[in-house]
């Protein structure tokens, strides 16, 4: 099948080295727009949409702002070669209004979760119990019987001595090098699935943190919850209150629905590493994802979305909960399913 235009400057992007500060990331990422934008004749918006993707593997990553500003100025210089020149075409060039080249609306939206195929899923596939059965490394679940194996685990998904940021809670966290954490991970809530490359940096506002998007380094594990409640925050019922009540009458938990489609996701991609329990009723994944392209993480997120997933772990940064660890009531967060084969190696 032919590739659209879209998905051959996509595979392009996916082989860019990231753009590095002080190491001629500007220059790399103009360079990299001026391709989408003449190359491959895209839109502005186009070009956009693929630079925030680009954008994920950056260092640090460029602001919208930046973005925007990249792409008026690409348009400004236009190209020697003409407009469309990887397409073998001679296109018009560009029209240089500031307000024609940019829609200032949010542009990378993620599916809408598909109910359907949620439920049909949740029905036709495995429980957490099952899940459980056929891990590779299987930890018992009786969490009161059971000593912790957050460090051994975390010694598997992390080897080495990177720096890792790590919290009681969302709001009282640390960046510490994971030898520092020796002994007290089992304690702790929340972890950032992917390495730190300093203990602090910038928050977007410009404030000094040990957790930040600019101190995580590129992503390593993408992390999948899936978190279905029959009530929003002001109690009105939630597009998955059917569904809940459905599995209900059938006797099917919300983390046996975590894991029927944590698993659907396995078959996507393979490198399933971790399925846990995030204390209450949510389910988290990791997933390996080291060395795919970001095209195709993104790929494979918006799976996730599909079927239900929080959009908000595809930040880099985004705490999830950590494994075999405790919630800030005290509740243990089970593991159900280790696969080691799929850590990353040092």
């Not at 020796?182 to 040990?210: D, N, W, Y």
């Not at 959009?311 to 280790?338: A, K």
């Amino acid at each position: 099948m032919e590739l659209s235009v879209t998905e051959r400057a996509a595979r392009y992007l996916s082989v860019c080295d990231p753009a590095v500060a002080g190491s001629g990331g500007h220059n790399m990422t103009f360079r990299i727009t001026c391709t989408l934008l003449h190359g491959f004749c895209l839109s502005p918006t186009e070009t956009f949409q693929l630079l925030k993707i680009y954008n994920e593997k950056c260092e640090p990553p460029w602001s919208d702002g930046e973005l925007r500003h990249k792409i008026l100025s690409a348009a400004g210089v236009g190209s020697s070669k003409g407009r469309g020149y990887l397409l073998d075409a001679d296109i018009p060039p560009l029209c240089s209004s500031p307000a024609q080249l940019v829609s200032p609306t949010p542009i990378l939206k993620w599916p809408a979760p598909d109910l359907e195929a949620i439920n049909r899923i949740v029905r036709d596939g495995p429980g957490a119990y099952d899940v459980w059965e056929n891990s590779p490394v299987r930890f018992e679940t009786d969490a009161l019987k059971e000593p912790s194996h957050t460090e051994e685990i975390i010694n598997t998904v992390f080897p080495g001595d990177p720096y890792l940021c790590v919290g009681w809670s969302a709001w009282s966290f640390e960046t510490r090098r994971r030898s520092a954490w020796r002994g007290l991970l089992s304690k702790m809530s929340v972890i950032v699935p992917t390495p730190m490359v300093a203990v602090s940096a910038l928050t977007r506002e410009g404030k000094a943190s040990q957790h930040t998007l600019q101190a995580t380094a590129q992503r390593v594990y993408q992390v999948v919850e899936f978190d279905f409640a029959a009530t929003d925050h002001s109690g009105k019922p939630t597009i998955y209150a059917a569904l809940l009540a459905g599995w209900k009458a059938d006797q099917i938990s919300t983390l046996d629905a975590c894991a029927a489609l944590s698993a659907h996701l396995a078959k996507r991609l393979s490198s399933w590493v971790l399925f846990l329990s995030s204390g209450g009723k949510s389910g988290h994944s990791w997933f390996n994802v080291r060395g795919l392209p970001i095209c195709a993480q993104r790929e494979f997120f918006a799976q996730a979305c599909l079927l239900g997933a929080d959009d908000q772990l595809w930040t880099r940064s985004q705490f999830c909960r950590m494994p075999d660890g405790r919630r800030e009531n005290g509740r243990r967060q089970t593991v159900f399913y280790f696969k080691p084969q799929n850590a990353i190696v040092p």
